[in-house]
């Protein structure tokens, strides 16, 4: 077995258009040209029985349900991997509900591709898209200027679009952005570099990806172990065993290191950390291990262990930024479930401070309704306090879900401010 | 590539997000079961599973979904995979199902009962009173599987409905139910053939032995390989012959093709995998039969 293939690392990217922009024909080259599609996948998208005319972009056709009901489900994952990395693409349609899809598919990324047609130039959409992948703390942008081939004036075009688009991206925080010029009709710098577009000394799309160095997400300084379940069992000869099973979701956590117990405060040690059978010194994220603390103490799921020189934040009231991802509209009467790392607890929203327009990036601080995409900035009053860190600072344990409590539905996305 | 000393390897981190998965489940539903089908992935959850709870035992049963059309060698894997492991197995029969007269065998030439799994499935799934059931699906598989959910809502009839998905956001994991709903878990979503492999290696995990090149008496039809068998109806022109196979995939027997192969030991089967140029779900059967054949057995309550 090549060790190779076993220590690359993966790198989940999020790939943001319309059908217009020539997304599923990017990644139908993406995947094609990288070799990637087996010979029955490679039949399937011939335009027609032995034509040599293949239709990349009918890779990322939608299922059945989709073309009848004229729905889009939100997100598809595809894989793919070269000798450099191993890559999840995840597609993220981007006409109906795109905020709705944006959101969900980027939260599971580290990178984001998006599609500008240069025959069309930057449109609202483009700066929604970016302003969305700045909100969700993505810190590695591309912007692909695809149909580069259709323009005349190649490089001024580029350059144009190139300009325009870093002026609106100085309002924002992505620190990593880069810009390709392409056709991925053609496959010009999608995986290899084009001869065509000599004029752009940069790298193909892919070549990029592949040697990103990522700016971790990770954060290794707050150390947060949300409790999801106790883990019991009785051995043989020694005391029943209880352990405290879940994910390290930042920081890191040394065995014998002192720690303290929300919510009841208590401080104790940490005896061991176990990776399934085995004992590990150290566990970070996103290690999934089971703790055992010294002494006995009542700690069940939903609770978390921390340290005490750098605790989180207890709040029963928040302020946050939320993506609305539902159609029903909310009063102050509307309970929500709110889920925030493995807790759950009942919430209100307070009071609408302001909805932002993401054309713009102005505050309307007039709000009628809050409605489906919509971002705006809440005061919530929970039930019971949540242990939370500012998202900016620390994804996993800044981020949130609204849970309409009638529905059960998944309503909206929150970010601790 | 990463700029901090606190990375894991790609297959120890995919190994953590399904134990979180399995641990998330296990919590927030009230009656769970692990699906086992004798095929790798349930084999490489069943791992995980084991690993998730330890040192408890694994907090649910195995529920295998019986055929009857069935190797040998998968039942004796399953059996002795349940004794290890010390959980309980409950066998939901499609023979039974058929007996009740709740669905009506197939007959001709390409007969399988692998479509009639479905409402055994839901007859064992209230029967138990079961609100999760644990696939071993991955994302990778198919069309209808890429925009699967981690927790996949199933409506009181077991039916998979695009429109009833929620959107699912960073690790958070909506499991909150309406009564006689229930949920398919796929902890194994971002996973690949070649991990599920690969990770087989590393942990040096024990399959059946159909997965490795050995000698079999097969037949040929429309250019697949299938194993002779007394429940697969063979044609006058089919002739059997033995030649040295293995599988891909391992199902129900009147679904699952075989592929000339002499990958004999772990390391030539992942080899083989780099180059081959069919994809996985090339090999059943089950998915040929339209061009949405998996999709519209998911939305009738399948896996």
Known sequence: METRQLQADQLRFAVIGSVDDGKSTLIGRLFYDTHSLVQDQIESLRTEKNSSELNLAHLTDGLKDEREQGITIDVAYRFFSTEKRKFIVVDCPGHIEYTRNMVTGVSHCNAAVILIDATRGIRTQTKRHAFITSLMGVKHLVVCVNKIDLVSDKEKVFEDIKNNFTTFMSQLSIPDVTFIPMSALNGDNVVEKSERISWYKGTSLLQHLENLFLVTDDNHKDCRFPVQRVIRANGASKEPFRGYAGSVESGVFKKGDEVLLLPSQFKTHISEIFQYQNTVEEAFTPMSVVMTLEGDFELSRGDMIVKQNNPPQIAKELDLMVCWLNQKAFNQETRFILKHTTKETQAYVEEVLYKLNIETLKKEEEVRSVEMNDIVRLKVQCAEPLFVDKYKTNKNTGALIFIDSKTNETVGAGFVL | ?303
């Open chain 2, 1 to 303: 590539m990463l700029n901090s000393p606190y990375t894991l390897d790609y297959l120890t981190a995919l190994e953590s997000e399904s134990i979180h998965i399995l641990r998330e489940a296990a919590s927030v539903f009230s009656k769970s079961c692990l699906l086992f089908s004798g095929g790798k992935d349930s084999i490489v959850m069943s791992h995980l599973a084991y690993r998730a709870f330890w040192p408890a035992k694994i907090p649910f049963s195995f529920l295998h979904i019986d055929t009857g059309h069935n190797f040998d060698e998968t039942i004796a894997f399953r059996d002795y995979l349940v004794g290890e492991l010390q959980v309980n197995l409950i066998v939901a029969s499609v023979e039974e199902s058929i007996k009740r007269g709740d669905v009506i065998e197939e007959s001709g030439v390409n007969a399988s009962r692998n479509s009639l799994q479905s409402i055994t499935l839901m007859t064992a799934i209230r029967e138990n009173a079961f609100d999760c059931c644990f696939g071993g699906g991955r994302r990778d598989e198919e069309k209808a599987r890429a925009k699967e959910r981690v927790f996949s809502h199933r409506d009181a009839f077991g039916q998979w409905k695009p429109k009833n998905q929620r959107p699912e956001l960073w690790k958070l994991l909506n499991g909150n139910k309406k009564f006689g709903e229930n949920f398919r878990v796929f902890p194994l979503s971002n996973w690949t053939e070649l991990d599920i492999w690969n990770y087989i290696a590393k942990e040096k995990i024990e399959v059946p032995s159909l997965y490795y090149a050995h000698k079999r008496d097969v037949f040929q039809r429309d250019g697949s390989l299938y194993a002779a068998h007394e429940c697969v109806k063979r044609l006058d022109d089919e002739f059997v012959e033995k030649r040295e196979v293995r599988f891909r995939t391992i199902g129900d027997i009147t679904c699952t093709s075989a592929v000339e192969s002499s990958a004999d030991n772990i390391e030539k089967v992942i080899n083989e995998l780099k180059h081959s140029s069919h994809s996985e779900r090339g090999f059943r059967m089950d998915d040929k039969r339209s061009d949405s054949a998996l999709e519209d057995r998911k939305r009738q309550g399948y896996f």
